[in-house]
């Protein structure tokens, strides 16, 4: 896969207005730390997702800060 964080961008969106996937994979798509601050703004709204497979992605510190603080309020 290939989705980078551009196509997280897009990709977020959708997820802010999500109520029915509860569980995504997004292993191997090359998501960095720009892609991790789109899908942090999406799950600080969105509480249907319960899983997200994150594995093998170019995910550093920077983008774990945004995820941190987003699942702080959600």
Known sequence: NDIKDEGMKYLSKALEINNILTTINLTHNKIGDEGMKYLSKALEV????TSINLSWNKIEN?????????????
Do not use: I
């Open 46 to 49: 969105n509480n249907m997702l």
């Open 62 to 74: 920077e983008g774990m800060k945004y995820l941190s603080k987003a699942l702080e309020v959600n």
